[in-house]
């Protein structure tokens, strides 16, 4: 059984000049790194070249639930930037779990965490509802470290789980900022 869950809270049109995309999905394929790549398919973003970034939203920025159009093929192979979470596992009966959380002040700016697991055992909302508890936590920290005031209510998330069936597997959570291209030389 797979569960994808999306939540959010904080949503507005506040004139962003940066817009990022959050999904969460799960993948599967013969080897762990396939699976990881059908997640990144199923997330519209497996033809790019996935930089990690930390964990701050710049001011203005809009953070909007959504899935990335396969790259144009001029785009083949850019860099994109992406906060990122993410889970494989080939075990057996296991659960993987991936889930980006993010918090946002009134001009844009904020923060996203990510959080993942690979649980032996256990139950699939178990495991989800641990990871969207660390999430919680680990924002308020984040935010209160900053000095801003603390809303829970303003706490966003994706969450992706699945259990390891026949075939390995990947939870994947993406902030997906933008892509650049290479410069020729």
Partial sequence: MTETTRSTTNER????????????????????LSA??????????????????????PPGTEVVEATVDPAPDHEFGHR???VKAEARSSEPDSVVVAGIGWYQWDDGRGVFVEHEDVVPLGSIEHVRTHISNQITTTLHDLVERRGARWNPAGVGSVIAAT??????????????YQSQGWQKT
């Fill in 80 to 82: 994109l930037y992406v």
């Fill in 36 to 57: 990881f790549d059908d997640a990144l398919l199923r997330c519209g973003v497996h033809n790019y070249n996935i930089i990690p970034l930390s964990s701050v939203i």
């Fill in 163 to 176: 259990r390891i069936q026949q075939q390995p597997a990947c939870a994947l959570a993406l902030a997906i």
């Fill in 13 to 32: 049109s506040n004139g962003a000049t940066l817009r990022v995309a959050v999904c969460a999905t799960v993948g599967e394929g013969l080897t762990e």
